[in-house]
Structures are given as structure tokens and as C-alpha cells.
């Protein structure tokens, strides 16, 4: 039963009870980028000489490196998007091949002899077709007097989400003695289609100022510790049971234990 609008405090939060909330307040139109399409490329590059390639990419190889000892893992990812293209289908017009190229970036940090942190920065360009996505043009032609943002609206129809990890990071030595990293990345990449449209939607009105910042006191350690339970002391045992706990799965017969359980040490 939905409870009434005078007993209804709107916040965020998450709707845990299914038909409990009230009726909204308002129907409002609110403009917002909306996503009529889009799709994963999951990817899991090594370094190779040559063009690049659904697996491989010549860029994952670093510059010379000053005396590299131990790879420590790769940091801040980035990706950019230079251009795309669209090459409506021939038989759909509604569907279009895009052609993404864009930029992954990051770090490599790594150790080298004197014990000393190093880093060095990848970029790798890649390019990247997606065979069929519904990605239509915006009907209405946009203007707006902001300043803050200068790029123009009919390039935000396409937007990329990078969630990307260094997989492995080797040395390398060439002929002339020089020491080189390569990695491996492996990166999940959703492209999206976006318009900015006018929806509308069911509200409450505005969201309502939130509570104070709670500060959280300072506490003797001596005390937390004193008042914290003590520590098992000993890991957890990982045994195998002695007896089959469902007889009906197992062949080994309840009322033949000797001959059945025997240890082959």
C-alpha cells in the first residue's frame, strides 16, 4: 500500500519495498543524454611488431629503460576519443558500421636497481569497427549560449567507457643491450550512442538538503584496541568430511565404513 505524500520524506535511496512509495508530485520534462544504442569490445592485447590486430598492438613495447628490476603493475587508465565514422548499411539505412579511433593511456611503474620507483607512460592508438549499431542523427540542430563547453553537440553522439588492467609486464633485452617492458592489457570497452532529449518523467519535486557532514570523533587507540575482540590465532581448517553427507549421491554405502574409507598412504 503506498503511503501518503505528508508521510513521504523524498530522498535517494533505494526502493526496497516494491509499491510503497506515494504518487509523484510533478510530471517534468528534463533534458538529458539518452542511449539508443550500444555494445562491448572486450579485448586482451600483447606487444607485436607490425600493424595491430584484435590481439596484439606494436605500441605496448616502452622506451629504453635505466636499469629496470621488478614490474609493479600499471595505473591511471585513460582513453580519448579522436574520430568516428558512419557508413550507413545498404540494407538497413537505420543501422550504420561505425569506425572508432581513440587513444588508451597509462602508466607502467616498475623498480629499478638502486631500489628506486619508475614509471613510464603508455599511449596506444587503436581502431576499432562495430559492424551494425543503431545510431541515428539528431533530427533538431542544437545551439547554446554556454561557454563553458565549446565542442559541439553533434560530437557527444558518441561516448566511450574504459575499464581497463595491466595483465602481465615482462623485460625485455634487444641485441644492442637495452632493456624493455612489455605488457599485457586487457580492457572492456562500451561504446554508446547518445542524443541529448527532452523525456519525461514522474518526480517529487527537488531533492532536499542534505544532513550535516557527520565528523567522526577521535578515539584513544588504546581503547579501541582494548575494546576489540582477540584474533583466532590459527587459520581455518580446510578438511574433507569423514562421511558422505548425502547418501543418495554417493555409491559408498553407509553401514561399510572400513571398507570404503581406507587411506592410501
Given at each position: 500500500?503506498?503511503?501518503?505524500?505528508?508521510?513521504?520524506?523524498?530522498?535517494?535511496?533505494?526502493?526496497?519495498?516494491?509499491?510503497?512509495?506515494?504518487?509523484?508530485v510533478?510530471?517534468?520534462c528534463?533534458?538529458?543524454?539518452?542511449v539508443?544504442?550500444?555494445?562491448?569490445?572486450?579485448?586482451?592485447?600483447?606487444?607485436?611488431?607490425?600493424p595491430?590486430?584484435?590481439?596484439?598492438?606494436?605500441?605496448?613495447?616502452?622506451?629504453?629503460?635505466?636499469?629496470?628490476?621488478?614490474?609493479?603493475?600499471?595505473?591511471?587508465f585513460?582513453?580519448?576519443?579522436?574520430?568516428?565514422?558512419?557508413?550507413?548499411?545498404?540494407?538497413?539505412?537505420?543501422?550504420?558500421?561505425?569506425?572508432?579511433?581513440?587513444?588508451?593511456?597509462?602508466?607502467?611503474?616498475?623498480?629499478d636497481?638502486?631500489?628506486?620507483?619508475?614509471?613510464?607512460?603508455?599511449?596506444?592508438?587503436?581502431?576499432e569497427?562495430?559492424?551494425r549499431?543503431y545510431?541515428p542523427?539528431?533530427?533538431?540542430?542544437?545551439?547554446?549560449?554556454?561557454?563553458?563547453?565549446?565542442?559541439?553537440?553533434e560530437?557527444?553522439?558518441l561516448?566511450?567507457?574504459?575499464?581497463a588492467?595491466?595483465?602481465?609486464g615482462?623485460?625485455?633485452?634487444?641485441?644492442?643491450?637495452?632493456?624493455?617492458?612489455?605488457?599485457?592489457?586487457?580492457?572492456?570497452?562500451?561504446?554508446k550512442?547518445?542524443?541529448?532529449?527532452?523525456?519525461?518523467?514522474?518526480?517529487y519535486?527537488?531533492?532536499?538538503?542534505?544532513?550535516?557532514?557527520?565528523?567522526?570523533?577521535?578515539?584513544?587507540p588504546?581503547?579501541?584496541?582494548?575494546?576489540?575482540?582477540?584474533?583466532?590465532?590459527?587459520?581455518?581448517?580446510?578438511?574433507?568430511?569423514?562421511?558422505?553427507?548425502?547418501?543418495?549421491?554417493?555409491?559408498?554405502?553407509?553401514?561399510?565404513?572400513?571398507?570404503?574409507?581406507?587411506?592410501?598412504?
Open positions: 500500500m503506498a503511503i501518503p505524500n505528508n508521510h513521504f520524506s523524498p530522498r535517494p535511496g533505494l526502493i526496497n519495498k516494491e509499491g510503497c512509495l506515494p504518487d509523484p510533478e510530471l517534468v528534463v533534458e538529458i543524454p539518452k539508443f544504442d550500444q555494445c562491448l569490445i572486450k579485448r586482451c592485447l600483447k606487444f607485436k611488431e607490425g595491430d590486430t584484435k590481439r596484439s598492438d606494436e605500441e605496448l613495447r616502452s622506451n629504453p629503460l635505466p636499469c629496470p628490476k621488478m614490474f609493479l603493475g600499471c595505473r591511471d585513460n582513453i580519448r576519443l579522436l574520430s568516428f565514422d558512419k557508413i550507413p548499411l545498404r540494407n538497413d539505412d537505420e543501422y550504420s558500421k561505425v569506425i572508432i579511433n581513440f587513444v588508451i593511456s597509462f602508466y607502467a611503474d616498475f623498480v636497481d638502486n631500489g628506486v620507483n619508475q614509471s613510464e607512460l603508455f599511449e596506444i592508438n587503436r581502431t569497427t562495430i559492424p549499431l545510431c542523427d539528431s533530427i533538431a540542430k542544437i545551439s547554446s549560449t554556454c561557454e563553458s563547453n565549446s565542442e559541439d553537440f560530437s557527444d553522439i561516448k566511450l567507457e574504459l575499464v588492467d595491466c595483465l602481465d615482462n623485460f625485455i633485452e634487444d641485441c644492442d643491450g637495452d632493456m624493455f617492458l612489455d605488457v599485457v592489457i586487457g580492457f572492456h570497452l562500451i561504446v550512442c547518445e542524443l541529448i532529449v527532452q523525456l519525461l518523467i514522474p518526480a519535486g527537488y531533492c532536499p538538503v542534505p544532513r550535516p557532514c557527520k565528523e567522526i570523533p577521535t578515539e584513544d588504546c581503547k579501541l584496541f582494548n575494546s576489540s575482540p582477540a584474533p583466532k590465532f590459527y587459520p581455518d581448517q580446510k578438511l574433507k568430511p569423514l562421511f558422505p553427507t548425502d547418501y543418495q549421491d554417493s555409491a559408498i554405502s553407509p553401514f561399510n565404513y572400513d571398507d570404503d574409507f581406507n587411506c592410501d598412504c
